[in-house]
């Protein structure tokens, strides 16, 4: 079983079309991460989010964490072919400080 | 500034044989993570080391183990390796306050 849990699994969208990706869990993380990743490469951090209620723009990607500290959100607004990847949130845990542990990601498509 | 370099990026073996793997992080970051990747599985948290010691473990089998050195460069390794074990191995290196890590473009490990 999961610890964070991310919907949908796979997302297929036109050019211009907006979309939301979610992480959620029954554990309160001390901080929470977004990560996209390309085939064969390592994944790279996106943003970082660690005040429950925290919104952080980054261009066209919009990011939420919830009140309680136990979900979070990335909405991509007009996405782009260059969107295309497999994003990931991940979190630390306080009992658990040196682990992250990852969503099992969502994999967005975004067609030209 | 350098990024977190992983060697070998590929690498073929043969079932029952060991293997070592090698992960420099990025100067200054004194935390270094390994994770497994497969399709079925996702990222899997393998260990964390920080100066030297091994602060936490993940659920894998005693054949896994991993080391980290003075300069904080680390190691894994691999005994008695099983087609199971095929997956991209990711390094990551992050500072103490763990807002944020640095992943390496990770080693291809197949197993035949």
């Known amino acids: 079983t999961q610890l964070l849990e991310q919907s949908p699994q796979f997302l297929s969208i036109q050019e211009g079309e907006n979309l939301t990706v979610y992480c959620n869990s029954s554990?309160?993380?001390?901080?929470l991460q977004w990560y996209r990743q390309e085939p064969g490469e390592g994944p790279v951090l996106l943003v970082t989010v660690v005040t429950g209620g925290e919104v952080k723009k980054l261009k066209r990607l919009t990011f939420q964490f919830g009140d309680a500290r136990k979900d979070s959100s990335l909405h991509i607004t007009a996405a782009q072919p260059g969107d295309t990847g497999l994003y990931l949130c991940?979190?630390?845990?306080?009992?658990?400080?040196?682990?992250?542990?990852f969503g099992a990601g969502t994999t967005v498509t975004v067609r030209a | 500034k350098a990024g977190v370099t992983q060697t070998p990026r590929y690498l073929i073996k043969t079932r029952g044989q060991q293997v070592t793997l090698s992960c420099s992080p990025i100067?200054?970051?004194?935390?270094v993570s390994w994770y497994q990747q497969t399709p079925g599985q996702g990222l899997q948290f393998l260990f964390e080391y920080f100066s030297e010691t091994q602060r936490n473990k993940g659920n894998f089998p005693g054949r896994f183990s991993g080391r980290q050195f003075s300069n904080s460069r680390s190691e894994m390794n691999v005994s008695t390796l099983e087609l199971g074990d095929s997956a991209l191995y990711l390094c990551?290196?992050?500072?103490?306050?763990?807002?944020?890590?640095?992943f390496g473009s990770g080693t291809r490990l197949t197993v035949v």
């Open positions: 991940a979190g630390v845990t306080r009992s658990n400080d040196y682990k992250l542990s």
């Open positions: 554990s309160v993380f001390s901080s």
């Open positions: 990551a290196s992050s500072l103490p306050d763990f807002y944020g890590y640095t």
């Open positions: 100067s200054g970051h004194r935390s």
